[in-house]
């Protein structure tokens, strides 16, 4: 999820809410007191996490803190979920999140990534060179009026629709601007501002709340190092046990009975950090069943991908010192922003990303296919300067058996409760974390991480 420069309204909400004093934490810190007071208050629990993403490794670090006897269930042969790094192209590649929005002091994922030694390379949304649906450079005044079309027909709708309107973005685009809409400037502007930063297709994402979401302050930064490093400290001295989906999840009885295919546990509390996409495809069997309010969300709730793909070449062709390069193609989505890994590294590397409705027929193609498609966008652009591709990489979250999706996001129906709910613990055992359980920080590291938080402290508030 990124946060855009020229995505105006948001920054100035966020600005707004600091201004008076609504600080983006919120509610959400741990108080330190409490936490020193009660150091031991679990000793003697035993607490099972389902899930070694960021949220579940949030809680089950904190959990541990306090005297708990941990156990970490993962589905997968690695901890980290939806932060991945694969160093085989020579840099880092981000399967799932790779950039810190926001990386305030405020910032827990800052703080994370700071306590692990991390590196950094600070971005600059506005080192961007945009190319047409013919290939042709786009001058640079020609960028800032589709940036000011841009944000003003967001502001118009901003202006015309209440909180309640129940309007898809794309809908209120076309009825509030649309001679705006014909230029193919602002259709890529909808895909590479909007799909890319909530995570759906603008047919679906709500057109009043998309921009209700709040941000911590400073321009986003890669870590050089690498995402994945940051969860080292997390992960210090828990005990986690890998390969193991867990199906089933029994909270009748006082004693919470978990069973993945091979074996069974038994624990006291029990926290489910597994991803929208898992709940929403039933892959665990809840007994009893989830509350009805926690049902209602998880079908509600937008899910969306996000396709990325990093072609590896042995020259550049492009320029070295460019950031972005953003490309217009008939079909929205298709591969309409790229990052240059010559700004921070030594590999000749472009990271294409595809968003919305387009994203879910990437994440669908073979190997060959996807590589091919990207071709295509570039060669449209670099002609017969493309040379042939030495190394790829292409994710597919959607076809993820334990995720189904890149991260949540705000449908036309949904409330902010539809999120926040889902927060809400389940017979004082049961308690749901993730990027989709908190509706101002959705889609984030960060907002994963604090509802980890939050979940143990309920735990804590409640033993
Ligand atoms: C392509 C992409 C780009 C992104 N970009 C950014 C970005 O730039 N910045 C940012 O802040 N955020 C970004 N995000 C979002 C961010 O990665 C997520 O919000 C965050 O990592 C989610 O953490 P989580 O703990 O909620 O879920 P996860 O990391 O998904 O953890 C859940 C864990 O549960 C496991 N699991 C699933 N089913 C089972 C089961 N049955 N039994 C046991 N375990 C199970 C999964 O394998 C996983 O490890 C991006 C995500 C994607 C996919």
Redesign the pocket.
């Known amino acids: ?2 946060l855009n420069r020229r995505n105006v309204l948001k920054s100035l909400y966020t600005l707004g809410a600091m201004a008076v004093g609504l600080g983006p934490f919120e509610g959400m810190q741990v108080n330190a007191s409490t936490a020193t007071a009660n150091k031991q208050a679990l000793s003697g629990k035993k607490i099972i996490i ?7 490794l949030s809680a089950a670090s904190l959990l541990k803190k306090h005297g708990a006897s941990i156990l970490v ?4 042969d690695y901890v ?4 991945k790094t694969d160093w085989s192209l020579g840099a880092p590649f981000e399967f ?6 926001g990386p305030s002091n405020n910032n827990p994922i800052k703080n994370l990534a700071d306590r692990n030694g991390s590196k950094y390379f600070l971005t600059n949304d506005d080192s961007l060179e945009l190319f047409d649906r013919n290939g042709r450079k786009i001058k640079e005044d020609k960028i800032d009026e589709i940036d000011a079309k841009w944000n003003h027909c967001l502001q118009k709708i901003d202006d015309k629709l209440s909180y309640n309107s129940q309007f898809n973005l794309h809908d209120a685009i076309v009825n509030e601007c649309s001679k705006e809409w014909s230029d193919q400037g602002i259709k890529w502007a909808a895909t590479a501002y909007a799909e890319f930063d909530i995570g759906g297709p603008i047919e679906k994402i709500s057109a009043s709340l998309y921009d209700e979401m709040k941000y911590f302050e400073g321009e986003d930064i890669i870590i050089a190092s690498g995402y994945q490093k940051i969860l080292s400290s997390l992960a210090a001295g828990l005990n986690i046990k890998l390969n ?4 089933k999840i029994d909270y009748r009885n006082a004693l919470i009975h978990v069973d993945t295919e091979k074996e069974s546990f038994k624990a006291d509390y029990i926290v489910c ?3 929208l996409g ?1 709940l929403k495809t039933n ?2 069997e809840f007994k009893p069943n989830l509350p009805v309010k926690h049902l209602s969300s998880i079908n509600k709730l937008g899910f969306g991908t ?1 396709t ?1 793909l990093a072609l590896k070449f042995d020259d550049p062709f492009w320029n070295r010192n460019t950031q972005y390069f953003g490309t217009m193609t008939d079909e929205k989505g298709r591969w309409p922003y790229w990052l240059n890994y010559r700004t921070f590294s030594d590999e000749n590397i472009l990271l294409g990303l595809s968003f919305g409705n387009y994203a879910r027929k990437a994440d669908n193609m073979s190997q060959k296919e996807i590589v091919d498609d990207g071709l295509d966008v570039l060669k449209n652009i670099w002609k017969d300067k493309v040379t042939k591709v030495n190394n790829f990489i292409a ?1 597919s ?1 959607l076809t993820d058996p ?2 189904r999706g ?2 949540s996001y705000v449908e036309e129906t949904n409330k902010e409760y539809d999120f926040d709910n889902l927060l809400e613990p389940v017979s004082n055992k049961l308690f749901l974390c ?2 989709h359980t908190i509706f101002k920080y959705a ?6 991480y604090l509802t980890g938080q939050k979940a143990a402290q309920s735990i804590i508030s409640i033993a």
């Open positions: 999820m990124s389902v899930g070694a993403g960021i949220s579940g269930i993962e589905a997968k980290g979920g939806r932060i799932g999140a790779g950039w810190i929005h193991s989906p867990v199906h950090s597994v991803p898992v892959q665990i996000v990325k994710t979250w334990f995720s890149a991260y993730g990027e889609g984030t590291t960060h907002g994963a």
